[in-house]
């Protein structure tokens, strides 16, 4: 079993700036794909990005360019550094980790006000 805690999250002006942490509870092992999902009011959970065990990295369209996905293995961590924030990018945002079993965090809320 895998706990991920995420923090980071909070209320920003429009283009600014957050780096989210998102911190596993043990060394996960093998392949894996870590990265964070968004759910805003009303919406579906969306990928925004991830990041495989071999550092491979993918991003939602809508993010590119303003959001990077890192790893830091030895802290069992990985960061998102939210940048160029707009108003739509308020949601809660979820750690993921699939390594065969889907683990969850229980999300930190990302506001941005306009």
């Known amino acids: 079993q895998v706990q991920l805690v995420e923090s980071g999250g909070g209320l920003v002006q429009a283009g600014g700036s957050l780096r989210l942490s998102c911190a596993a509870s043990?060394?996960?092992?093998?392949?894996?794909?870590m990265g964070w999902y968004r759910q805003a009011p009303g919406k579906q959970r969306e990928l925004v990005a991830d990041?495989?065990?071999?550092?491979?990295?993918n991003y939602a369209d809508s993010v590119k360019g303003r959001f990077t996905i890192s790893r830091d293995s030895a802290k069992n961590t990985v960061y998102l550094q939210v940048n160029s924030l707009k108003p739509e990018d308020t949601a809660v945002y979820y750690c993921?980790?699939?390594?065969?079993?889907?683990?969850w965090g229980k999300g930190t809320l990302v506001t941005v006000s306009s």
């Open positions: 993921h980790l699939y390594n065969g079993v889907d683990y």
């Open positions: 043990r060394n996960v092992f093998g392949f894996f794909t």
């Open positions: 990041i495989t065990s071999g550092g491979r990295t």
